[in-house]
């Protein structure tokens, strides 16, 4: 009762932070409650069963020993700790991302690491802990004075006695475990109030439990024949392009020569839509990027796949839809994927991943690594090039800096070259080197953009005094934005991002309104170059006349395809629905509802049963 009283409590406090974004009723309010109370319960369930078998199994003289009733002190201390601490931290975890525990958490409790180092540089922790330890021995303090743990201790039952009661508290986490999902919190159309109906420790078992889902188990299908045929009208209309009865290969054919261009593609953590003037984002924090756009190919209607990012890097290198689960870059069985880095590498490029950070977080060298790139990572910096850090990797400007190095290698060798670059500054700490903007470091997410803005402009500057300049096609992209919670299902502003491709001496400046997303990007960089090759890339170039516009967005489970002012959304429980976009920009999406989703069955389950099934059957692959 008392962990059920502290998530209340917390529950209470959420919903205050985020009462703007509610949208409430009396018996929205009785919901949330009670059926957070219920998830609060079956999590601190699962919690109780070590302590429920050691006191089953004690033996009944030992039962009030000294040693088991300290034992007892103890654990009742860490529970009362654990359960604030569990407060605090959802308090953090919600103001950075509006949701309760998910995917993020268990990837911050498997890379600790860098989690422990971002807390340490983000909070004061030290003051934190204090206080969450006083505040639970407070609480301990009062449940002591009650009697209530020594009246439990003076039980004198035998064995057989305690196996009722022990069958009882060990009954609810297996019946939970098999029968209780984060369904039961869907209580309305608006995300927020769902979010509040959970619990935050269920949430974190449950992400644990659903860090993998099969499309096939989940999701709506169809027949096999089917899926692929509308896969394939989906991405080419001219039938005759593909190979193959059974996968996506298909020829891709550019007459004439082929260009041998170099590629920077910077990839920019977090770079929301929304902090862009030329998307109609906040003044003033990207100067340099904003002048850059006018003589850049510039995507105006362009969108990040998921809200992590391993799913943009998994989208740009590999051109594939965010199926359900984990991204692949993550996934055990990634290697030899039909990825752009082979296609350069076969075509003489050197391609490298260049990252400030240390690449196996988030399986990243793994991934490159097997996919056709080299791997330049924090382990690959000299103190004298690493000027600055966090705990995330060296500050943006030295990682450019080695970008301009490894371009000069390259050159000097008489090699095109391919990097995608990764950057770290635009992440909470937010710290950065003093002086260069004129937002304080360490003071919040817009000095980080502003400074991840200015460490372009000085990359930029430097470049064009290369030789290798005047070659070079420089893409600039976000992985995702900086939020990714809305009041409906994929709100479509939080997948909203830019899109620059500047070179000017190779690309034509002017705007493009073409509805688009992170898996063509590739595709269209390959027809820039005019290559003819081999492709099973989901995306297509966005620039020809033939281009069919649509997005492709999800998160671990939702599935989405944005078309026609049109989002459709695929959910686990094989569910589809719809919604008509009334109106979209980089701050909101306004949703109507329509009809159930069946007018675009066909095309979503196409794209998503399509993808999933070819990646089980390993037809995604480059050498087979």
């Known amino acids: 009762w008392l962990f059920i009283g502290i998530s209340a409590i917390t529950r209470t406090v959420l919903l205050v932070k985020s009462i703007d974004m509610l949208e409430l009723s009396f018996i929205e309010i009785l919901k949330i409650y009670f059926i957070g109370a219920f998830y609060d319960f079956v999590g601190i369930s699962y919690l109780a069963v070590p302590f429920v078998l050691y006191l089953f199994f004690l033996p009944k003289k030992f039962f009030n020993h000294s040693f088991n009733r300290y034992l007892t002190y103890i654990f009742t201390y860490v529970i009362i700790f654990g359960a604030v601490f569990l407060a605090f931290s959802e308090w953090f975890f919600w103001d950075e991302f509006s949701v309760r525990f998910n995917f993020i958490a268990v990837d911050y409790i498997v890379y600790t690491k860098e989690v422990i180092g971002n807390i340490m540089e983000s909070y004061p922790m030290g003051t934190l802990i204090t206080i969450i330890s006083l505040i639970s021995a407070f609480i301990f303090y009062m449940i002591y004075k009650t009697g209530y743990i020594d009246n439990f201790l003076r039980n004198q039952s035998i064995l057989k006695e305690r196996f009722k009661p022990a069958l009882v508290f060990l009954i609810i986490p297996v019946i939970s475990f098999a029968g209780v999902t984060q369904e039961f919190a869907k209580i309305s159309k608006n995300q927020y109030d769902n979010e509040l109906a959970k619990s935050g420790l269920y949430s974190l078992f449950a992400a644990f439990r659903n860090n993998t889902l099969d499309y096939d188990k989940f999701y709506i299908t169809d027949k096999e024949d089917n899926v692929i045929e509308n896969l394939k009208k989906e991405i080419d209309s001219n039938s005759s392009a593909f190979l193959n009865s059974n996968d ?71 051109s594939v839809p965010p199926t359900p689960g984990r991204s692949i870059v993550k996934r055990p069985d990634n290697h030899n994927m039909y990825s752009s880095g082979f296609i350069f ?109 200015y460490a372009i402009g000085d990359f930029i500057k430097k470049a064009k005094e290369k030789p290798w300049f005047k070659n070079t096609i420089f893409v600039i992209v976000a992985d995702h934005c900086s939020t990714s919670a809305g009041k409906r299902d994929l709100p479509l502003d939080k997948y909203h991002i830019p899109l620059i491709m500047y070179a000017p001496d190779i690309i034509k400046p002017r705007v493009v309104s073409k509805l688009a997303s992170q898996i063509d990007i590739m595709p269209t960089i390959f027809d820039m170059l005019n290559w003819s090759y081999k492709s099973k890339f989901y995306g297509n170039d966005i620039l020809k006349p033939s281009f069919q516009e649509r997005a492709l967005v999800g998160t671990y489970q939702k599935l989405g395809l944005y078309k026609n002012d049109k989002l459709t959304v695929l959910s686990p429980g094989q569910k589809i629905k719809s919604y008509k976009v009334l109106e979209q920009d980089v701050f909101n999406t306004k949703y109507q509802d329509t009809a159930t989703g069946e007018e675009s069955k066909n095309e979503i389950v196409g794209y998503y049963q399509g993808a999933s099934s070819l990646h089980k059957k390993r037809l995604d692959r480059y050498d087979e």
């Open 248 to 318: 996506v290969t298909r020829e891709i054919v550019n007459p004439g020569m082929e260009k041998d261009y170099n590629v920077v593609m910077i990839v920019v953590e977090s770079l929301s839509g929304k902090f862009i003037k030329s998307l109609g984002g906040r003044e003033n924090l990207t100067p340099n990027l904003d002048s850059l756009i006018p003589q850049s190919l510039f995507f105006n209607n362009f969108y990040a796949t998921g809200t992590r990012t391993v799913r943009g890097m998994e989208a740009i290198t590999l």
């Open 345 to 453: 590498k076969n075509r003489g490029y050197e391609t490298k991943f260049i990252y400030g950070g240390h690449g196996y977080f988030d399986n990243m060298n793994e991934f490159f690594s097997n996919n056709g790139f080299s791997i330049v990572d924090r382990t690959d910096f000299s103190d004298k090039e690493d000027t600055f850090h966090t705990i995330w990797g060296v500050c943006d400007e030295d990682l450019l800096n080695r970008t301009i190095k490894e371009a000069d290698s390259s050159y000097k060798a008489h090699k095109p070259f391919m990097s995608f670059v990764m950057t770290t500054s635009n992440h909470r700490p937010y710290d950065y080197p003093n002086g260069r903007i004129d937002i304080p470091s360490h003071s919040g997410r817009d000095g980080a953009v502003k400074y991840t803005d």
